[in-house]
């Protein structure tokens, strides 16, 4: 039998109004769609047609206040979780990629929650594990100080440890429902956890059946190296900021060469790099729309989502014109993104307000502006050249955007072979050729 060819795979990166950080204020944007679900459902029937892999929904669990905070619209959005199960309800086909943070969360009520998505949605579940970015949270859930670095890492692996535990409390056919012999479920079926760690006591079992995918589909975003081990041995795709085609080939390169150490083929996991993408029938047009979304990024407003990305810093006493200040490297936020965009700012010299700027649509992820061909192109060149097995796809503005890659972008990726014309599958785990895991308390 011939192997089908290898195509790539397409996440649909959601965020309230878009990505450009002044989206909000251009006319073509609904300023209000951070929180209207008509304006979700359809950018998920959008995504849906156009037959992407899956929706990503990121999250924070703390509103930015202040100043220049008031200026965004970062504010106020849906729980990732609470709108996807309702995307579930007007979809058939595509994946739905939630963020829960293993740093302000009890595994219990993670396993309990992607289960229960993965069932409404007939195996179309993922969770996006992160362990928190944003310093905020803690003072959400009674802490003064954000969990360092190194200790959030250590709770996310056992934090994994035990939801996979939970979704095998009970085998695939555990539950019987038998009227005729009053059996409702078999108890030899029944895996009761109960885990004693260093971080965690969960007794179990779950209170939801094992998830039609076994495990909701494990995606993963932290980038440094010991971001990278924990994805090596857990992650089934990594979501990654890379901002040249040479640093994501390395990455590429060297998260895969982790995974034999823990028993694992390189096609186990897929490395989704996100890449910012405005379209344009030439390519002067979609230059004019990025700039008309430049023209609305105060400076102020493009320094403080500089701070943020870099790691939680406050840069407003530091002069607009001047170079990036030194700065620790971050304990609370994204180590990986801290150096991307330092070096960013190193390589053409830019001031903060220049950075700022470069950084208010993308934040640091790959830009690509130009016409479809162009577009594909390139994704093309990342995917046969060692450095993405599919892309998550950050667009300006919602739901033009999408609309524009939709209309543009996929039919030119379908008509080079490099993108389905079809589901191939019913779950998400079958689109993404992930295998569906065996329950680790079940003799093969
Ligand atoms: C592309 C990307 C997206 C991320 N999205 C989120 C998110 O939505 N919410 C969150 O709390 N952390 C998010 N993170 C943070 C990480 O998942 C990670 O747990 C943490 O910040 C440490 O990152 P590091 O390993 O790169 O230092 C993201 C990281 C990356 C690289």
Redesign the pocket.
Known sequence: MTQPARQLKLGAFLMATGHHVAAWRHPYVPADAGLDFAAYKQLAQIAESALFDALFV???IAAPTGAIASRMARSDHFEPLTLLSALSAVTQHIGLIA?A?TSYNDPYHVARKYASLDHLSGGRAGW?L?????AAEAQNFGRDQHIG?AE?YSR?REFHQVVTGLWDSWQDDAFVRDKASGQYYDPAKLHVLNHRGEHFRVQGPLNVARPPQGYPVIV?????P??RELAAQTAEVV???QSSLASAQAFYADLKGRLAQYGRSPESLKIMP?VFVVVGQSESEARDKFESFQALVEPEVGVALLGRMLGNFDLSHYPLDGPLPELPLTES?????QKLLTDLAGKDNLTLAELGRKIAGGRGHYSLIGTPSQIADELQAWFEEGAADGFNVLVPHLPGGLQDFAEGVVPELQRRGLFRTEYEGRTLRENLGLARPNNQFQPQ
């Open positions: 990121a999250d924070s963020t943070s996006n992160v362990t928190s970015d944003n670095h959030r996310a993963q975003a932290g980038s440094s010991i971001g979501f990654t900021a996100g936020g994204q180590q990986s993104r």
